[in-house]
């Protein structure tokens, strides 16, 4: 694998664009700059690079929209930016496929930051081997295949690393916090980001995602994770 990260950034906002990718570049990264979401688009169909970095308002075709294409058909962590800052705005951007998320202005630390642990979590995960059964849950770690009641079910990135975190720490109350550690690597984050990914997670494990079995709320504390399904 080469070890330079690559990154695509995709910012219609020219300065911007051009003061993210250099910061990257002294960084050491590798940077792809797009514009615009429709050559952001062709240029992703022809290669996934290790990170993508996405302005929710774009000419063409817009953030959410591009965010929605890409996760698709891979599982690329997605980083979006936008000047938008509100709790639901974000949450909108999560539910666009985007893994993590920041509002403009931003600091181009923070960004470096995040998107070092993106790279690094996303490469640990390929290397990783083995297999973790639990319950109604098998995962295959080498190949991030993961069988849900015998049934194969596909994964966002972000989705994957939450659920084997989750069966890794069966029948434990976990907190919003740890989750935010321990799954996306920050000391401080915006708790809403857990609980958008649990409501996606849900979606995709639960018989009834309005009545949840194995994936729980405990109220004002976290959630907790059944692989056999809890009782009611």
């Known amino acids: 694998m080469d070890e330079t990260p ?8 020219p300065t ?3 003061a993210v990718g250099a910061y ?9 700059e797009y514009g615009d979401g429709v050559s952001a688009r062709a240029a992703l169909a022809a290669g996934i690079p290790d990170v ?3 302005d929710r308002m774009l000419p063409g075709i ?3 929209e591009l965010c929605r294409e890409v996760r698709a058909t891979s ?13 639901e705005d974000r949450i909108d951007g999560l539910e666009s496929g985007a893994d993590d998320y920041l509002a403009k202005p931003f600091s181009m630390r923070e960004l470096l930051l995040r998107i070092g642990a993106m790279v690094r979590r996303a490469r640990s995960a390929e290397a990783a081997r083995g297999e973790l059964i639990a319950g109604d849950f098998h995962i295959d770690l080498t190949r991030r295949r993961v069988l849900v009641r015998g049934v194969e079910t ?3 990135g972000r989705e994957y690393e939450l659920l084997v975190f989750l069966v890794r720490n069966p029948d434990r109350t ?11 690597g920050w000391t401080v984050g915006e708790p809403s980001t857990v609980t958008v990914h649990v409501r996606r997670l849900r979606e995709k494990i639960e018989v009834d995602p309005q009545d949840p079995r194995y994936l729980r709320t405990e109220w004002g504390v976290g959630y907790q994770f059944s692989p056999i399904g809890a009782l009611a």
């Open 174 to 184: 976990l907190a919003r916090d740890e989750i935010l550690r321990e799954v996306w």
């Open 16 to 18: 911007v664009r051009a």
């Open 6 to 13: 690559s990154v695509v950034v995709v910012e219609d906002d």
């Open 24 to 32: 990257l570049r002294a960084n050491g990264y590798a940077v792809s």
């Open 52 to 54: 993508v970095i996405v």
């Open 154 to 156: 596909a994964f966002t």
């Open 75 to 87: 599982d690329v962590p997605i980083m979006m930016l936008t000047a938008l800052g509100q709790v």
């Open 62 to 64: 817009s953030g959410d």
